[in-house]
């Protein structure tokens, strides 16, 4: 009997990563690290830009949302991700399934613009050092920071929205771990050429404009650093990148090569190795790169650390 949105499916079965089962063990095991490292990592990130007043900084703004971001983001699907390899048959209702793809969508892109927006912070606090107060204000930052929610808001909805539409008839397995949105797509018994269009244009929209504006903005900043900055000046000021550059290089070169491909192209498996890059790796790499690199974030820890033992 179809439910409410035309749907003869009320649950699916969830492959997992692998049906190897010598590998099931070690893997969750790896990945519940992964994840326990994940919350601490930016659990703690988050608490020192809380307590410690000289990181209420713009940067340290979107750092926060960033570590806020990835602490719900790794839990939408790791949970269900962990289970899928201690158990026989990992099973999802259809309205859980469409809520993770809704969640999933919604923190993937905000993380996205959040990236692009500090990488706009560096832009100004190399070129244009003078005009950074006025141009990284306050209000300028939390405009940036809701944009970024509203971009994120509008491209889960319509692919959401999407895929309410769809009927799924008598196939329920996905081939994969968490409920993707290419794998659920191909489990239906309608047409799918909207959905496909509208992933092509919202995740084109959602990555191309953001790599644009973050290439854009180090172009300038290279330009900037070439002809201002003294040897030593350069050092300092590619330092100050150098962790964004690679928690940009990590997040959209595994986001790019799963969404920027037809749907037909290449094996699901292949898509589910780059997923684990983008749903497991970068939450937990992202605390590490910015806390192991910046000397503002160990000077914190230091600090925090001591108040709490000189309290003891």
Not at 25 to 45: A, E, H, K, R, S
Not at 61 to 82: A, G, H, Q, R
Not at 283 to 290: E, G, T
């Amino acid at each position: 009997m179809a439910t409410e949105n035309s749907s003869f499916v009320t649950e699916f079965i969830l492959v997992g990563l692998t049906d190897h089962s010598d590998l099931q063990l070690p893997l969750f095991l790896l990945f519940l690290v992964m994840y326990i490292i994940t919350m601490l990592g930016n659990l703690g990130m988050i608490t020192l830009i809380r307590l410690n007043a000289h990181l209420h900084t713009p940067m340290y703004f979107f750092l926060f949302n960033l570590s806020f971001i990835d602490l719900c983001y790794s839990s939408v699907f790791t949970p269900k991700m962990l289970i899928s390899l201690i158990s026989k048959k990992n099973i999802i209702s259809y309205q859980g399934c469409m809520a993770q793809l809704y969640f999933y969508c919604f923190f993937a892109i905000s993380e996205g613009y959040v990236l692009t927006s500090m990488a706009y912070d560096r832009y100004v606090a190399i070129c244009n050092p003078l005009l950074y107060n006025i141009a990284m204000s306050p209000k300028v930052c939390s405009n940036l920071m809701l944009g970024s929610y509203l971009m994120a808001f509008s491209g889960a909805m319509a692919h959401t929205g999407c895929m309410l539409r769809l009927t799924f008839c008598d196939a329920n397995t996905i081939n994969h771990y968490f409920c993707d949105i290419l794998p659920v797509l191909q489990l239906s018994c309608t047409s799918t050429f909207v959905n496909e269009l509208v992933v092509f244009l919202v995740c084109g929209i959602n990555i191309f404009v953001p790599i644009l504006a973050i290439f854009l903005s180090y172009g300038f900043i290279l330009c900037s650093i070439l002809q201002k900055y003294s040897t030593e000046g350069r050092v300092k000021a590619f330092s100050t990148c150098s962790s964004h550059i690679m928690a940009v290089l990590v997040f959209w070169g595994s986001f790019s090569f799963m969404y920027l491909q037809p749907s037909s192209a290449g094996s699901m498996n292949e898509g589910k190795i780059s997923s684990v890059f983008y749903t497991n790796v970068v939450p937990m790499m992202n605390p590490l790169i910015y806390s192991l690199r910046n000397k503002d974030v160990k000077l914190a820890l230091r600090k925090t650390l001591r108040n709490i033992f000189y309290r003891k």
